[in-house]
């Protein structure tokens, strides 16, 4: 595709524009390939995964609503706060950054799709299939239960002898490979696939973010990915890797979670600050405060990123220097955030700011943001974690930075992209209920937890005594939680009433809109731009609007669009992956019935997984597709 | 892409000169008398072993400069992101292996 929609002027019709197999109805959405189908695919994916994970939060909260409550027995509650972490970070709030990254980024730089259509579907596959594994734990023999970090030796065979960290680690390793993919992909659409006049220093601060969080997912995964093949093998072949009484040390796998994982927590806000950058702007009718130091500071934050990962580990006992040091690079990131928190100020400062839903949601991130960032500076003290480590304060924090930024910012931006995605806006009314109703009961749900933390209230504990003083506050925090929970299902009632209005939404619907998405129809052709724009500035389409233009100067004539074709082979690759994990899985285990033992024993079933993974991809080799073109005439038809 | 560079070699000439196969070659031979060296230097027996070490990572880091540059075109204008994310990446894992001998190997 990148060297399609470069060489478009060069390429002559070819007269098959007319013969291209469309799929319809559910063919269409497995063998689509077009981004914006994509995007609309992760986002229902992404939001079942936070619906179950949100359900999973709320039993979880049920059973802490008194003390001693006898709701849930303690196995079900390691394994519902185990899924409830597992499927919201990788589950649900990634796919869902995935689904606007999607949506908005081939528009805001002017690409007509991503710079590899084929792998982009590939990712979606091979993430909802290991979500699908991961969550069929719960029919299958019991769910993973060693907590979202799955510490060994808690997630070894030795104390969790049930198939759970199985599903955990091989789940995670194929929704792994889907995000590894999409990082790859947007790293090489950013660069590649900017239209001309899009200087790096011109691109709209979300795909800034988008192009920081990308490569910090191409440097963080890999390690994850080490990490679950290691114990894997530990679990499933026997190897010794983390065992010490075979020579292995588990504080290794301490370190290579929290290589990743630390990095990870900036692939999630990163895409949150992009949102709220975007948004604040629009709704101040100013350009962003600060535009070159928000850059800054995202390198900055993703490259101090990598170097934190010891404060999760201050009471491992790494000693008073590593302490130290680790302490140190972690405060030093409260700088370019501040630098974020200010530069959005200031953007809203003396701007003409108007409260739409999406603007309320980032005018409601600011603060709560910087909430968890505070807490987040006292964690980084060393003295002062081995007071906090393992208690409601660090839950507290964690939430703050990932729900009341992450989760607010995600919501912030569907409701300002949603008519650019499906050409149909969101009641603002419904909207606004949304935003009260969520961001009061987070507030209610966790704030009183960093108070039953410093008490001594301590984390991923089933149950509590009475008379500890812990009593109200988790009764407060349980109804919040109810509150939040009231806020999504508004925010779900609001997308359904509005399918069922007409589509139709305007090219620029906020009107005040900055950026190359609102210079095209809602929702856009699949071919995106009929005529890729000319980029004069930051803000392009705001530049030409000062100016008294009404739409972008195009920079290319009119002509013929080449378009990727619509395959099925990501789905059957995905499906491959799938079965092989699975068969792979249950290699050790005895079946009652002979056959079904002789199928798992001898890697029969891992072997036909591995045949439809490889076959597709012989498939995709051998078989060249040279995609079809979309011809003038047909452009100047609609 | 590589039909594109094809069809586009002939208009790229005039913009920046296109190199001879002479200096390739020279690297080539050079490349090839760095792996003889390190190899002479354990087959021959004899050598120091601790001499050997350090020869065989002077002639590694030589290569991978070379094989870098000029066979991965590193040293060519327009590959300042290839060498940016190839830091990035020597970084991380970097990284990672001193975490892992400091504190998993050593301790």
């Known amino acids: 595709m990148a060297q399609a929609a470069h060489s478009l002027n060069s390429s002559k019709p070819l007269g098959h524009g007319h013969s291209v197999k469309r799929h319809t109805g559910l063919m269409d959405w497995i063998t689509t390939v077009d981004h914006k189908k994509i995007a609309i695919l992760y986002l229902w994916a992404g939001g079942l995964f936070f619906g179950i994970g949100g359900l999973e939060a709320i039993l979880i909260r049920i059973q802490l609503i008194k003390p001693m409550n006898a709701f849930l027995d303690a196995q079900t509650f390691n394994e519902l706060i185990t899924m409830h972490g597992t499927t919201m970070i990788f589950l649900g709030v990634m796919p869902i950054i995935f689904a606007l990254m999607n949506a908005v980024i081939p528009l805001q730089i002017g690409a007509r799709d991503v710079a590899f259509p084929f792998l982009n579907a590939l990712g979606f596959w091979t993430f909802l299939f290991g979500g699908i594994l991961l969550n069929l734990s719960w029919i299958m023999g019991g769910a993973p239960d060693a907590g ?16 759970g ?22 790293l090489a659409t950013i660069i590649t696939m900017r239209a001309p006049g899009m200087s790096f220093m ?36 026997g190897a010794n890797f983390f065992d010490v009484a075979g020579g292995g040390n588990p504080v290794l796998w301490q370190h290579i979670f929290w290589i990743f994982g630390h990095p990870e927590v900036y692939i999630l806000i990163l895409p ?38 010891a404060h999760h580990m201050f009471t491992t006992g790494l000693g008073p220097v590593a302490n130290a040091l680790f302490s140190v690079s972690t405060m030093l990131i409260a700088v370019p955030t501040g630098i974020k928190i200010f530069n959005w100020l200031f953007t809203m400062w003396g701007g003409q700011v108007r409260f739409t839903t999406p603007n309320l949601f980032a005018a409601g991130f600011i603060p709560t943001f910087t909430m968890g960032g505070v807490t987040g500076v006292m964690l980084a003290s060393a003295p002062a974690d081995f007071q906090f480590h393992d208690t409601y304060f660090v839950v507290a924090h964690f939430h703050y930075v990932i729900v009341g930024g992450l989760v607010l910012g995600l919501f912030a931006g569907l409701h300002y992209w949603w008519p650019k995605m499906f050409g149909r806006m969101l009641s603002e009314k419904l909207g606004k209920w949304t935003f009260w109703t969520f961001i009061i009961g987070f507030h209610m749900t966790f704030f009183v937890q960093h108070f039953l933390g410093l008490m001594g209230m301590q984390r991923r504990v089933f149950t509590y005594l009475p008379n500890q003083q812990f009593d109200l506050l988790n009764l407060v925090s349980t109804i919040g939680a109810g509150l939040m929970g009231v806020g999504t299902i508004l925010f779900l009632l609001n997308a359904f009433l509005t399918s069922r209005r007409p589509a139709d939404a305007a090219d620029d619907p906020w009107e005040d809109g900055r950026t190359l998405e609102w210079t095209i129809p809602s929702p856009p052709p699949e071919y995106n731009f009929k005529q890729t724009p000319l980029v004069r500035g930051i803000d392009a389409f705001w530049k030409e609007k000062t100016a008294g233009h009404k739409g972008m100067t195009p920079a290319e004539p009119v002509g013929s669009i080449h378009m990727p074709s619509a395959t099925v082979l990501p789905f059957t690759m995905s499906v491959g992956i799938f079965i092989a994990g699975l068969g792979f899985m249950f290699s050790r285990d005895e079946f009652g019935n002979a056959f079904m033992s002789f199928l798992f024993n001898n890697y029969i079933v891992t072997a ?14 051998l078989y060249d597709d040279h995609g079809w073109h979309i011809e003038p005439e047909e452009l100047e038809g609609r | 892409m590589a039909t594109e560079q094809h069809s586009q070699e002939g208009v790229v000439k005039h913009r920046h000169r296109h190199e001879g196969p002479q200096k390739h070659i020279v690297v080539f031979i050079f490349s090839i008398v760095l792996t003889l060296i390190a190899f002479a230097a354990v087959a021959a027996g004899g050598v120091n072993p601790a001499f050997a070490v350090v020869l065989l990572l002077v002639m590694a880091v030589l290569q991978v ?30 990284t990672s292996i001193i975490m892992a001998l400091y504190w998993v190997w050593w301790d």
């Open chain 1, 148 to 163: 979202w970090t799955a510490y060994v030796p808690l997630s070894s065979t030795t104390y969790s002898n049930t198939h």
């Open chain 1, 165 to 186: 960290v199985d599903f955990y680690t091989i789940g995670l390793q194929i929704a792994g490979l889907g995000t590894l993919i999409g990082g790859i992909n947007f």
């Open chain 1, 202 to 237: 011109r691109m709209p601060m979300f795909a800034w973010t988008t192009f920081i969080t990308s490569a910090i997912i191409l440097f963080a995964f890999p390690a994850v990915t080490v990490g679950l093949v290691l114990l894997t093998f530990d679990r499933i072949l």
């Open chain 1, 272 to 309: 949150a600050f992009g949102i709220i950058s975007e948004v604040i702007p629009t709704f101040s009718r100013k350009r962003l405060f600060g535009y070159s130091s928000m850059v800054f500071a995202t390198i900055l934050i993703a490259f101090l990123g990598f170097m934190v990962w």
């Open chain 1, 608 to 621: 036909i997984g591995l045949v439809i993974t490889f076959g597709s991809m012989l498939l995709r080799s």
């Open chain 2, 65 to 94: 400069f070379v094989q870098m540059g000029f066979w991965m075109h590193l040293k060519d204008r327009g590959h300042l992101i290839p060498i940016i994310f190839m830091i990035g990446g020597f970084f991380v894992a970097g």
